[in-house]
């Protein structure tokens, strides 16, 4: 059974930085892709960023238009626990909102995965 934990979210003032971490445990877990997604109240969730975990393009990232230049994701990886961050810089309130680890894409990179995590709320104050 898959899991993924996130942590690292709380409140920062704009302009700061918080760096987020997602620990995703499985007997056999080996996804090909992973992502943060991100759901403001009274929105969608919307993409933020995802890195391709194995292939040929392992280690090539996606970024969401409005994050791009100041978000990096990047990956680590042992035996036992494999985890995904989220290097937030620069961080503006309309960042605020609840960030979703999410793993092994079906389909796209940007929208389809079959497995997500519990959230962690970013809170950036102006």
């Known amino acids: 059974q898959v899991q993924l934990v996130e942590s690292g979210g709380g409140l920062v003032q704009a302009g700061g930085s918080l760096r987020l971490s997602c620990a995703a445990s499985g007997r056999t877990f080996s996804p090909n892709a992973m992502a943060w997604f991100r759901q403001a109240p009274g929105k969608e969730r919307e993409f933020v960023a995802a890195?391709?975990?194995?292939?040929?393009?392992?280690?090539?990232?996606?970024?969401a238009d409005s994050v791009k230049g100041r978000f990096t994701i990047s990956i680590s990886r042992d035996n036992a626990k494999n985890t995904v961050y989220l290097q937030m810089n620069r961080l503006r309130p309309k960042d605020t909102a609840v960030y979703y680890c999410?793993?092994?894409?079906?389909?796209?990179?940007?929208?389809?995965?079959?497995?997500w995590g519990q959230g962690t709320q970013v809170t950036v104050s102006s």
């Open positions: 999410a793993a092994d894409t079906f389909r796209s990179v940007y929208r389809d995965y079959n497995y």
């Open positions: 890195i391709n975990w194995r292939g040929l393009s392992a280690g090539s990232t996606y970024y």
